[in-house]
């Protein structure tokens, strides 16, 4: 068992270490109903985004990594067009969903975007060198001070949330919020929220690791 244990977090820092941002957990919820994760047969990836390539690139961080752990996961902008969700039409969403297994729905969503200034103090290093006169060459010769002065720099932190629907029962069993903290970009972003949020489901027990890895 403990070997199993060993092997399980030596997959998951695999899995979750492939990214330089760091997302943080700010807040989760589980649903008290819930036992134990259940193995979906397809989970499909919903994100809530006025942007075409931001959608694209956050639903197949979501599936590439589900797919990975081994569940079936699909991007529903393969399948849901705009036009279909403006009109509420949710019997035709839930048909289109069932019609193609989906039993399970993680829908993201962009909370906040706050965007600030931080001082970075500066340094102040020195570098020793012999010197054989007086007391006072030596203390002025001894230290060759380097400043480096302190600086401002813009911040961005974002804030997503996740939450995850078990379609069979019509319940949310799971949600999550989180903080990035400027981020390289787009793809980066996604890799890391997509990793924090699993990795928190997989804790919670809402999902499991059925890659056998």
Known sequence: MRNKTIALLIVLVGIFTACSTTTSITGS??????QKAVEY???????LSNKTTSQLIFEQAFVDRLKYLGYD???TSSFIVPEVVKKENAKVIDKMMKDRGVDAVIILSLLEVEEGVRYV???TSYAPRPYYGGYYGYYYNNYNHMNSPGYYEETKSIFLESNFYDLTK???LSSIQTATVDPAGADDLAVSFSTAILKKMIVDKVLVNNSGK
């Not at 919820?29 to 819930?34: A, D, F, G, L």
């Not at 047969?41 to 994100?47: D, G, N, Q, S």
């Open 170 to 172: 019509g319940k949310l």
């Open 73 to 75: 996961a699909i991007s």
């Open 41 to 47: 047969k397809k989970v499909a990836v919903v994100v």
């Open 121 to 123: 103090p500066g340094t």
């Open 29 to 34: 919820w589980v649903s008290p109903e819930h």
